[in-house]
């Protein structure tokens, strides 16, 4: 459904170079159909070199070229940007936000129209093709944009639509901000790994697919944690002797609150975005 879309790709750092890979890797578009803008001129060139799109140092351009808008700048320059193009959207194109922690309603504040807008939550895997995205759409915004925008996204992983906007913060406290938890929980369990003597690099290999093994059963089955858990708990076994200790030491609870507590956050910095982007404030 892409195929004869043209897409315009806002900032060419490593998001925008993620989104490009996908893209073409996965067959949904070709080069000829992406135009990439960025300040920087030799990043341009290190993405005309590797994936043979336009490029262009002038974001207007590829607004005007553009069916397909997508703004992958960071959130401290994300408002100047939207306010330099905003007089070249209208409702002909689509425009996607990727910038993590800008709300809606900021963006809505800075633009200042009626426009067909998509605010998407990818996290950090989207480097490898295993991104999990949160897809949420403004008022304006068809059936038809919200699967565009997921076609893009499931091209560097898989995405969800998220029908209550509010709830993006959500999004962000758990699967924005969850890579950094599984890396912590890989660091340790690697480290226990040492203790018991395994070498650093057998234990970090073997904590790391044990998570990604573990993963893809849970997604390939569709079945609940809890049986897989119990599937590999014998009595009086090792694991249950393992899952008394993670118990006790209350793992599932300072889980919760960490993605609880990155939730508020998020919510708490939106806030602020908001009331700067309103004051004509770019700075997050």
């Known amino acids: 459904m892409l195929s004869n879309k043209k897409i315009g790709m806002i900032g060419a750092g490593n998001m925008g ?36 799109v336009a490029t262009t140092t002038d974001n207007i351009e590829v607004v005007n070229a553009s069916d397909i808008i997508i703004y992958a700048v960071k959130p401290q320059i994300i408002a100047s940007v939207l306010r330099e193009t ?13 910038a993590a922690g800008v709300p809606m309603a900021a963006i809505e504040a800075v633009l200042n129209k ?33 699967r565009l925008a997921m076609a893009i996204f499931d091209s560097v992983g898989k995405s969800i639509f998220l029908k209550e906007n509010y709830l993006m913060d959500a999004i962000t406290g758990l699967s924005g901000s969850g890579p950094a938890y599984i890396f912590l929980i890989v660091d340790a369990l690697a480290d226990a790994g ?28 569709g079945s609940h944690p809890g049986p897989l858990k119990d599937s590999v708990t014998s009595p009086g076994g090792t694991a249950i002797a393992g899952l008394h200790t993670l118990e006790k030491g209350g793992l599932r609870t300072t889980l919760i609150n ?7 956050r998020s919510k708490e910095l939106g806030e602020i975005v908001i009331k700067n982007f309103a004051n004509g404030e770019t700075k997050t």
């Open 258 to 264: 960490a993605v609880e507590a990155a939730t508020n």
């Open 86 to 98: 905003a007089d070249h959207l209208d409702m002909s194109k689509l425009i996607i936000s990727i």
């Open 114 to 146: 009626d426009l067909r807008l998509i605010r998407v939550m990818p996290n950090v895997a989207v480097a490898v093709r295993e991104g999990a995205t949160a897809v949420a759409a403004g008022g304006h915004a068809s059936k038809d944009d919200v």
């Open 194 to 221: 040492v203790k018991v003597g395994l070498s650093r690099k057998d234990a970090l290999f073997l904590a790391s697919q044990t998570i990604l093994g573990s993963a893809k059963l849970l997604l390939e089955t």
């Open 17 to 52: 170079n993620a989104l490009i890979d996908g893209l073409i890797g996965s067959g949904a578009t070709g080069p000829e159909n992406i135009i990439c803008s960025d300040a920087n001129e030799s990043q341009l060139e290190v993405v005309q070199n590797k994936f043979h």
